[in-house]
DNA sequence: AGTCCTTTAAACAGGT
DNA sequence: TACCTGTTTAAAGGAC
């Protein structure tokens, strides 16, 4: 029964064509390097980084609306935006559907104090729907993935659960940009609520049925994979063309130029890898303190759905440095590619989120270790449960001046990785490798190829994806550095740190295959 | 060139 | 019957 050929598919998607920015697209692999352009990737500091599942967890930590009892709404709140969900529930998940009204014309939520230098009474705070919506305008897409729209919704709601048409109106409230766009978006939507991991549907009580269609809520073990898709939004402050937040300390930070958009479907961004990159520069670039840090995950904190994403700070050209991030994205357990873990496929299984963030270091694909990633494969774990995240920088040539001190030693590294640990952006981290969230297709694999149908096992030997990896170390290394030591250094260090980096470890699942283990998630 | 990923389109089944 | 919901397959296209 397969799909007849599409008629004609020329009028299709806008979305392709133009490179929208909510594309986050291509997960390809590529070793990311942070810059600012092309020719500044490989003027970056080399650090390697390895985060753990704990780390994940003070991530999340990190982030008010999930631990504070902040939710999402809150995070409206301060735009002002979101006062009243239109979607109203009562505590037994009625839904009680409210005529939609723009929140943001009636905020019920106290405004940011205009002082409040976090928060800021910007009315273009990029953190906030209002400029989300004015930004995007209503004739344009969204930055977000469905992925990350349907769990703003589900998170907005009161009980955390809605209904599909209500997810519908959620979308189309905040983003006006649906109400004229085709409507094969409402296809999209449910085409994500079934394929994503991220999202499954709650029993229905029979009692309180809501009619028709069940209720959809986030999988509470993928919600950090929508969290990280968030995060990579273009809705940050140092967004070109985005407003900047004007009370910012003073940080090193500040010294830097805006970096070209970093929404996720960012040609930079996705070079970088985001996250990583961007977490670890921004660490040897933020002041020791984690003060800052934590300011921003405090903002972050507040502003839930706006993820905080800081543009790169780049290192000024010059500098001899080489930043590899997706050692970072991948070393985490559950990014690890099953290989490397010892236990083989057997936790194929519970990848499969889409990936809200793609990545670039596909390395553990998202279908590996996904967001769940349940099984915690990783011999890494046993060694490094503190915090998390190990960088280590490997040598900047001493050939060009460094711009910013770029701590050399591995205490420094150490205290970065610390550091990395506390900051909220370094969530963004896996989006590359383990695929993300995301979006509709998150976990991982989508359906339709035949690639899907490969198991872990039909993924690169461990021979050669090693053999990546090591490809992948030394082609961060510095551009004119052919220097072994170098490399060997670089690989020791990996060694010691427990890290192996796992390369195109992606399972491809079919459409079937995820939904069956979505359902055995479920059962 | 091949692969990955997201989006879009569409067929279909089941429910209301 | 018409519409909605949910699942699944397929393909387009961008990115690496």
Redesign the pocket.
């Known amino acids: 029964?397969?799909?007849?050929?599409?008629?004609?598919?020329?009028?299709?998607?806008?979305?392709?064509?133009?490179?929208p920015p909510?594309?986050?697209?291509?997960?390809?692999?590529?070793?990311?390097v942070a810059a600012a352009s092309e020719a500044e990737a490989a003027d970056l500091s080399l650090s390697l980084s390895a985060s753990f599942s704990k780390a994940e967890d003070e991530e999340l930590t990190s982030l008010s609306w999930l631990h504070e009892g902040t939710d999402l709404l809150s995070s409206f709140s301060h735009s002002g935006l979101r006062s009243v969900s239109p979607l109203q529930q009562d505590a037994d998940g009625q839904h009680h559907h409210h005529h939609h009204h723009h929140a943001s014309r009636s905020p019920s939520s106290p405004s940011p104090s205009p002082d409040d230098p976090l928060l800021g009474g910007d009315a273009h705070s990029p953190y906030d729907l209002a400029s989300a919506a004015a930004m995007t305008g209503a004739t344009r897409?969204p930055p977000?993935?469905?992925?990350?729209l349907i769990f703003m919704a589900i998170e907005d709601a009161p009980n955390k659960r809605l209904?599909?048409?209500d997810i519908?109106g959620w979308i189309l409230e905040h983003f006006p940009y649906f109400a004229s766009?085709?409507?094969?978006?409402?296809?999209?939507v449910?085409?994500?609520?079934?394929?994503n991991k991220c999202f499954k549907?709650v029993d229905k009580d029979r009692s309180q049925?809501i009619?028709?269609?069940?209720?959809?809520s986030i999988d509470p073990e993928y919600r950090h994979n929508l969290i990280q898709?968030l995060k990579k939004t273009p809705y940050h402050p140092y967004s070109p063309g985005l407003a900047t937040p004007s009370t910012s300390p003073p940080t090193l930070t500040q010294t830097y130029q805006p970096s070209p958009p970093l929404w996720s479907?960012s040609?930079?961004?996705?070079?970088n890898g985001g996250v990583l990159l961007q977490g670890t520069i921004f660490a040897f670039l933020e002041p020791p303190s984690p003060r800052s840090v934590i300011q921003n995950g405090a903002r972050v904190r507040n502003q839930g759905l706006f993820p905080v994403i800081r543009p790169l700070p780049v290192s000024p050209v010059g500098s001899r440095t080489t930043t590899i991030r997706s050692v970072n994205f991948d070393l985490r357990p559950e990014t690890i590619s099953t290989t490397d873990c010892q236990s083989g496929d057997e936790d194929a299984q519970d990848d499969h989120t889409?990936?809200?963030?793609?990545?670039?270091s596909?390395s553990c694909?998202?279908?590996q270790g996904g967001p769940d990633s349940s099984p915690r494969c990783s011999p890494l774990e046993d060694d490094f449960n503190d915090d998390d995240i190990i960088a280590v920088e490997i040598g900047a040539e001493e050939v060009k001046p460094e711009p910013r001190e770029i701590p050399l030693d591995l205490h420094v590294a150490a205290a970065t990785a610390t550091f990395l640990t506390q900051q909220p952006l370094r969530a963004q981290r896996r989006g590359s490798g383990a695929?993300?969230?995301?979006?509709?297709?998150?976990?991982?694999?989508?359906?339709?190829?035949k690639?899907?149908l490969?198991g872990v096992s039909d993924?690169l030997p461990l021979k050669k994806r090693r053999a990546a990896t090591a490809a992948v170390m030394v082609a961060a290394m510095p551009v004119e550095s052919d220097d072994e030591e170098m490399k060997e250094a670089a690989g020791s260090l990996l060694h010691l740190a427990g890290v192996r980096a796992c390369l195109?470890n992606?399972t491809?699942r079919?459409?079937?295959?995820?939904?069956?283990q979505?359902?055995t998630l479920r059962n």
């Open positions: 029964m397969g799909p007849t050929m599409p008629p004609s598919r020329k009028a299709q998607s806008p979305s392709s064509g133009a490179s909510y594309q986050q697209g291509g997960g390809g692999g590529g070793l990311a897409k977000y993935s469905f992925s990350c209904p599909v048409k519908y766009a085709p409507t094969g978006w409402k296809n999209s449910r085409h994500n609520l079934s394929l549907k049925s009619g028709k269609g069940s209720l959809w898709a479907g040609p930079l961004f996705r070079k889409y990936s809200t963030a793609k990545s670039p596909r694909s998202s279908s695929g993300a969230v995301a979006g509709s297709t998150a976990g991982g694999s989508l359906p339709w190829t690639n899907r490969r993924t195109n992606i491809n079919t459409a079937k295959g995820q939904k069956e979505k359902e």
